[in-house]
């Protein structure tokens, strides 16, 4: 059996867009399990996909528990294979097929490629595949996916959380994801290290494509100061390295903290205004950091 696992907080037509996606797979998923970080209903009005399981994540009120909500997730779920989408994506009609052919054949995690929206398709209205390909564009920073089948990816660290699958024996031998990690920022790089570590191989994976759709963005995202740093220093702390290294060095650069590759500590200095948050915020239309 397969389970699709995502996190929701808010972001309900993208959750929409995520299950209309489901729907639309060439081969279904068994199961999805949505893990819910907030109050709010989940409606599944005309839905015609795999069963849906909610489950609520304990603490969402006072925090943000990625690392928590995707244990929780894993948790539940009854398949064997497990198969990570963020809330943005729109899963391709191949994905699941692709991610479930590749996981029968070799003992290791997979990425699919994601492609950037400018827009979030209306929820109301069915998806156009063709569409959203030509709208889409690939990450400048991320490799383009191999034309068939799948490659070895020789650094764990560019692990996408975005979208990935293993099965659930690979999870649990990883260990999941660190729960010290708390809110956003370094929990899908510390699970690559544990991955990595547990000698499980990590591939990129062709037709497992993933649409994500837009939603604004802050450079840096001042909106996370105190969980990237909180969590920049618990990676340093596990794994002798910093992470987020560029979020780090922008912090510094605007005088909110003292750090450098070379230092073992962040010295914090002060925290971002409120005025410096919201000019963080990048123009309409940025895809990507």
């Not at 244990?71 to 191949?94: K, M």
């Not at 699941?96 to 699919?112: H, I, K, P, T």
């Not at 929206?117 to 191999?146: C, N, Q, T, Y």
């Not at 002060?270 to 309409?284: L, M």
Request: charged fraction near 25%.
């Amino acid at each position: 059996m397969l389970s699709l696992l995502t996190l929701v907080r808010g972001r309900r037509a993208q959750l929409a867009n995520l299950l209309k996606g489901v729907a639309a797979q060439k081969v279904a998923p068994d199961e999805v399990v949505i893990a819910r970080m907030d109050a709010d209903p989940i409606d599944l009005g005309g839905y015609e996909g795999p069963p849906v399981r909610i489950v609520d994540v304990e603490g969402a009120e006072d925090s943000l528990p990625l690392a928590k909500a995707r244990n929780d997730a894993a948790a539940s779920a009854t398949g064997d294979l497990l198969v990570f989408l963020d809330i943005d994506c729109i899963p391709s009609p191949s994905l699941v097929a692709s991610y479930r052919q590749a996981l029968g054949r070799e003992d290791g995690c997979f990425m699919g490629e994601v492609r950037y929206l400018a827009i979030v398709p209306p929820a109301g209205e069915p998806l156009d595949m063709a569409k959203l390909d030509r709208l889409s564009s690939r990450h400048v920073a991320k490799s383009a996916p191999p034309t068939a089948n799948y490659v070895i990816e020789p650094d764990h660290g560019e692990l996408w959380g975005l979208s990935f699958a293993l099965t659930h024996a690979a999870f649990d031998r990883a260990g999941g994801f660190d729960e010290r990690f708390d809110g956003y920022g370094g929990e899908e790089t510390d699970f690559a290290m544990s991955l990595k570590r547990a000698d499980i191989p990590l591939y990129r994976l062709a037709n497992a494509c993933a649409y994500h759709q837009y939603h604004p963005i802050h450079i840096p995202p001042l909106q996370h100061f105190d969980s990237i740093l909180s969590n920049a220093e618990r990676f340093r702390e596990k794994h002798g390295r910093w992470c987020m290294d560029y979020w780090l060095g922008q912090f510094a650069e605007k005088g909110l903290i003292e750090w450098s590759t070379a230092t073992d500590r962040i010295v914090r200095l002060r925290q971002p205004t409120a005025d410096e948050v919201a000019r963080s915020c990048a123009p309409d239309g940025t895809l990507y950091s």
